[in-house]
């Protein structure tokens, strides 16, 4: 009978290396950050900045509507940090002895966005009467409530029925903004409110401004979640977030940073 070529210290080393590449990841050094749809862009350049400081360690990133991801977290997600779009989620898990050292660390502003081709003639915030198709947040996810706190502050600035008459041009309300930026960018809508660091990320749709009276600030929370697995390394992400690499980053995606 022939012989293999390689011998048994060859055989041993191959099994054992196949071994380590089936091997599942340290989860001692494996970072969980559920962070709000919004900060998608400016926390991926965040995990290759902090992965590249910190080798070996691997930063998984999961990102959806921050009142999802509260209910996650309540419910026993395994996350170590949690960004939120609204601080009143934060609080709630603050409240709750879910999540330690919250704090603000970035904020944001609503603007509207519409399709290159514009086709219903929108130019201003006041022209959304003339959309046939808008999409918004749902009234539980944060820039769905902030679009709707913006329609109530035209209506106070004096124009009667505004929001009842841009509410009744909505064609569908989204779970995140992500979702509702793609809705233009697919060409299934003819204006949507989103967060202007989405126009940062935003292929083929023009930006419109909301005036400053009428717009809200979204003040960005993010702190350490209890029980983690691994609280030094979600201490080192909230340290580099707010550090001055953090804040570029951050300002570099649209964010006026803390």
Same mark, same amino acid.
């Given at each position: 009978m022939r012989r293999s070529s390689l011998g048994r210290p060859a055989w041993a080393l191959l099994l054992a290396a196949l071994l380590q590449a089936c091997a599942p990841a340290d989860a001692s050094r494996t970072l969980h950050v559920y962070a709000a749809s919004s900060l998608a862009e400016s926390f991926a350049a965040m995990e290759h900045a902090f992965e590249a400081a910190h080798p070996g360690t691997d930063v998984v990133l999961a990102f959806a509507g921050s009142q999802v991801l509260r209910l996650q977290i309540e419910q026993g997600a395994p996350a170590d940090v949690f960004a939120s779009a609204d601080p009143r989620h934060m609080q709630a898990l603050v409240e709750r002895g879910r999540v330690r050292d919250g704090r603000v660390f970035a904020h944001n502003q609503?603007?509207?966005?519409?399709?290159?081709?514009?086709? #219903?003639?929108?130019?201003?915030?006041?022209? %959304?009467?003339?959309?046939?198709?808008?999409?918004?947040?749902?009234?539980?996810?944060?820039?769905?409530?902030?679009?709707?706190?913006? %329609?109530?502050? !035209?209506?106070?600035?004096?124009?009667?029925?505004?929001? !009842? *008459?841009? %509410?009744?041009?909505? #064609?569908?309300?989204? *779970?995140?903004?992500?979702?509702?930026? #793609?809705?233009?960018? %697919?060409?299934?809508?003819? !204006? !949507?409110?989103?967060?202007?660091?989405?126009?940062?990320? #935003?292929?083929?749709?023009?930006?419109?401004?909301?005036?400053?009276?009428?717009?809200? *600030?979204?003040?960005?929370?993010?702190?350490i979640v209890e029980g983690g697995v691994n609280p030094d390394l979600a201490a080192a992400w909230l340290a580099f977030v707010l550090s001055r690499q953090g804040r570029e980053l951050l300002a570099r995606h649209g964010f006026a940073a803390e």
């Open positions: 609503l603007v509207l966005i519409v399709p290159p081709g514009n086709p #219903a003639r929108i130019e201003s915030f006041r022209d %959304l009467p003339r959309a046939s198709r808008l999409v918004i947040g749902t009234e539980s996810v944060p820039v769905g409530s902030y679009a709707r706190q913006a %329609l109530r502050r !035209a209506e106070a600035a004096g124009e009667g029925g505004f929001a !009842a *008459s841009v %509410l009744a041009r909505v #064609a569908s309300e989204e *779970s995140n903004v992500r979702l509702v930026r #793609a809705k233009v960018e %697919l060409g299934e809508a003819d !204006a !949507a409110i989103v967060y202007r660091s989405d126009t940062v990320a #935003a292929g083929g749709v023009r930006a419109i401004e909301i005036p400053p009276g009428l717009n809200v *600030s979204a003040d960005y929370s993010i702190g």
